[in-house]
């Protein structure tokens, strides 16, 4: 069974810094391209973050660009999301997921963990 | 931040049809396939249609979905109280270096 479990979300100041971490489970988790979503209190869904199976291929959503950095350590099973200069907007509940390695999409979601920027 | 655009409420009494349209452009949907999540309250979202219109096993077969050129729809026939959630088209975007973009949601609310 397919399993992604975050962590490492809680309150931060503005212009402070979060590192959040996903465990996979379930899969080879070296075998596929994964992803991070945020959704903030009451909105929609928002990708945050795509990174390929071996780190050479990473993109970035323009409202994070320079500011968070995905990562992943494949010996480790484990998904990253370092988040530097928070603001109040990226307050939400952050989404670790997985890319399907058969068409193009997200095929499994983690549970996720909120992220609270606030003073 | 959506680029894909969704009605944001639909409804419908108990065994009804329901559908959804999700409107995109030539760089998401008339490009790359369609994908549906749902999202139940207070849970996180679930595949539920694939490549337009494939269903994962587990779904039921009265979630369906469809696509041409530049808009894609999921229609939910014999609509059951356990299919009040919120629904998100999304589809990969190649404009811009590439991005991953989800519709704007829609509530599905059954009366």
């Known amino acids: 069974e397919v399993q992604l479990v975050e962590s490492g979300g809680g309150l931060v100041q503005p212009g402070g810094s979060l590192r959040l971490s996903c465990a996979a489970s379930?899969?080879?988790?070296?075998?596929?391209?994964m992803n991070w979503v945020r959704q903030a209190p009451g909105k929609g869904l928002e990708w945050v973050s795509y990174i390929g199976i071996s780190s050479s291929t990473i993109y970035s959503a323009d409202s994070v660009k320079g500011r968070f950095t995905i990562s992943r350590d494949n010996a480790r099973n484990s998904l990253y999301l370092q988040m530097n200069s928070l603001r109040p907007e990226d307050t939400a509940v952050y989404y670790c997921?997985?890319?399907?390695?058969?068409?193009?999409?997200?095929?499994?979601w983690g549970q996720g963990t909120l992220v609270t920027v606030s003073s | 931040q959506s680029v894909l655009t969704q009605p944001p409420s639909a409804s419908g009494t108990p065994g009804q049809r329901v559908t959804i349209s999700c409107s995109g452009s030539s760089s998401n949907i008339g490009s790359n396939t369609v994908n549906w999540y749902q999202q139940l309250p207070g849970a996180a979202p679930k595949l539920l249609i694939y490549n337009n219109d494939q269903r994962p096993s587990g779904v039921p077969d009265r979630f369906s979905g469809s696509k041409s050129g530049t808009s894609a729809s999921l229609a939910i026939s014999g609509l059951q109280s356990e299919d009040e959630a919120d629904y998100y088209c999304?589809?990969?975007?190649?404009?811009?270096?590439?991005?991953?973009?989800f519709g704007t949601g829609t509530k599905v609310t059954v009366l």
């Open positions: 379930g899969f080879t988790f070296s075998s596929y391209s």
């Open positions: 997921t997985r890319a399907s390695e058969s068409y193009s999409g997200i095929d499994y």
């Open positions: 999304a589809a990969w975007d190649d404009s811009l270096n590439g991005r991953f973009v």
